[in-house]
């Protein structure tokens, strides 16, 4: 069998890993792990990430209720990237209120939102 760890090493004990809708396919967000944050997410079954702005470790969806269920985690071929398999639970990922944080699309110059709100920030974060 292949080892299945991600490379902690590479950038500062950091990893991108990028929550994709297991379902639809869509990319919902991209946020950092470590190696704590990677075992909580096995080890729970709901994403966990690390903050670098907070410098610790936060469970997704731990204050919104908009939490994450792990279904598969995939490494990269250079085991620097992971990429959750979810179901997004509460219906978003964005701390914006949006299903996607990937929210912002331009096409042919124009900017437009292309992710519905699911819910207001002011009413869920007091």
């Known amino acids: 069998m292949t080892a299945f760890v991600p490379d902690f090493g590479k ?3 950091l990893v991108p890993a990028i929550a994709q809708d297991a379902d639809t396919g869509e990319v919902l967000m991209m946020a950092w792990m470590n190696a704590e944050a990677f075992e909580m997410t ?3 079954g709901e994403a966990h990430y690390f903050s ?3 410098g610790r470790l936060w469970h997704k969806g731990g204050t919104s209720g ?9 490494l990269d071929c250079d085991s620097d990237t992971i990429l ?4 997004q639970r509460g219906g978003a990922a964005c701390h914006e209120g949006y299903r996607s944080c990937f929210y912002r699309e331009m096409k042919d110059g124009e900017v437009s939102i292309c992710s519905p709100k ?5 009413e869920v974060y007091k």
């Open 84 to 87: 959750l398999l979810v179901e």
């Open 42 to 44: 096995l080890k729970t």
């Open 52 to 54: 670098r702005s907070r």
């Open 118 to 122: 699911v819910f207001d920030p002011k």
């Open 66 to 74: 908009h939490t994450q269920h792990i279904r598969a985690v995939r």
């Open 11 to 13: 950038a500062g004990g």
